[in-house]
């Protein structure tokens, strides 16, 4: 592993100031991850997290001096990497730094294997008792206590008065807490009601808490599973395969028993390499086709992988583009553009991408630029439209 810095007090990369509009924060968590691939040597340290994958695809679009109105918040142990330190600070994001002397960062073990190979859990040296087979193509387990972000960190925070937040959490967390956040808001004078996107846990996925997912739903502004979290919360928890009806069958449920307080919410369905699909009251429900089609998609771990490199945080890093093409252009079509385009940036290498910065010309990401990215997918979409 990385060697490791010492943190002394709240530490902030950029400036928190109250003149520094924050346009997206995540309460999700950033995970130092060790990665072990079928055809390659394993990888540690790799920067994951629905809070670090949220917070790339805000990131995307918002180049400095805009970087800095996307904040998010790292629970960091005594064994944070000076690495990954770098990475990220390179990023120029509002990112408050919250010390847990004594604590471990936290961190995962994923394995991938590969499509209709069984392995036996014992082998794979997972933490989970019995003889228990599988047959899947990613297994994921915490390694350390979870430091969880709360709405409550954010106090004294630039990140409270945030116009957007992303949450990864199960039904009951979410009502618990986006009733916390908007009560310290509220406390703090803070105005008006931000938009608030939900990703539900994978494992709390269940058809017996269909209900609480109906409350809860209403309790945001964005309701965004992917399909086989949206297939579990009905019943089928191990669809085989993939159903554009069906999709649109449960997400139309979700929006007849009203998402957001009003009911003028929106539901977002991430279907990978079968595109997004979006519906609310106000919008004719619509499918759009993903970046990169199935013809790219590569195998996982290979390097020689072409395009599609790795899975890992392209849903988050949707939703954190979709966040701010939400509050760009206030349209979930244009919002949906933007979420396709910084779930392509994830999916092409192991980790996120790099970022540069070449003299003369805006910043790159892997050597693209995001907005040209951007305008080249809407194009294809009109091609394809016309």
């Known amino acids: 592993m990385g060697q490791a810095f010492s943190i002394i007090g709240a530490r902030v990369w950029l400036s928190s100031k109250s003149e520094i509009e924050v346009l997206f924060a995540t309460l999700g968590m950033v995970v130092l991850d060790e990665l072990h691939f079928p055809s390659r040597e ?24 805009g970087s800095s109105s996307v904040g ?35 961190r995962g073990r994923l394995y991938a294997i590969r499509p209709n190979a069984w392995a036996p859990l014992s082998k794979l040296k997972l933490h989970i008792e019995g003889p228990v087979w599988i047959r899947s193509l990613i297994i994921f387990e915490y390694l350390t206590p979870i430091l969880a972000i709360h709405p409550s960190h954010f106090c004294g925070t630039s990140l409270l008065a945030s116009r957007s937040f992303h949450l990864l959490a199960g039904p009951s967390e979410v009502i618990k807490r986006t009733k916390e956040l908007l009560l310290l808001r509220q406390k703090a004078g803070i105005e008006p009601k931000p938009l608030i996107v939900w990703e539900p846990m994978p494992s709390s996925c269940h058809k017996t808490d269909l209900e609480t997912f109906y409350a809860a739903a209403r309790t945001v502004d964005v309701f965004s599973p992917n399909h ?10 191990a669809p085989e395969d993939y159903e554009a009806l069906r999709v649109k069958e449960y997400a139309s449920a979700f929006v007849s028993s ?27 429900p619509k499918w759009l086709p993903p970046y990169y089609n199935k013809e790219a998609v590569a195998t996982l771990g290979d390097k020689s992988s072409d395009k599609v490199v790795d899975p890992t945080g392209a849903g988050n890093a949707f ?19 933007y979420g396709n385009v910084s ?18 010309s805006g910043e790159l990401w892997k050597g693209v630029s995001t907005r040209k990215r951007l305008n080249d997918y809407k194009s294809k979409l009109n091609k394809s439209n016309s």
């Open 319 to 337: 939703l954190g583009g979709f966040a701010i093409g939400l509050l760009e252009s206030q349209d979930l079509y244009q919002a949906a553009c």
């Open 42 to 65: 394993p990888l540690f340290d790799v920067i994951g997290g629905s809070g670090a994958y949220s917070t790339l695809g805000a990131r995307l679009f918002r180049s400095p001096p």
């Open 258 to 284: 009203g998402v957001g307080a009003a009911g003028q919410g929106a539901v977002v369905i991430r279907a990978g390499e079968h595109g997004c699909f979006i519906t609310s009251t106000t919008q004719i």
């Open 72 to 106: 998010w918040m790292i629970r960091a142990g005594d064994d944070f990497p000076i690495a990954t330190n770098m990475k990220l600070e390179k990023w120029g994001t509002g990112l408050f730094f919250r010390p847990e002397p004594g604590q471990s960062s936290n």
């Open 228 to 237: 086989v979290e949206l297939a579990a919360i009905f019943g089928n928890s």
């Open 343 to 360: 779930a392509s940036f994830a999916l092409e290498q192991i980790g996120p991408p790099d970022l540069t910065q070449p003299k003369g």
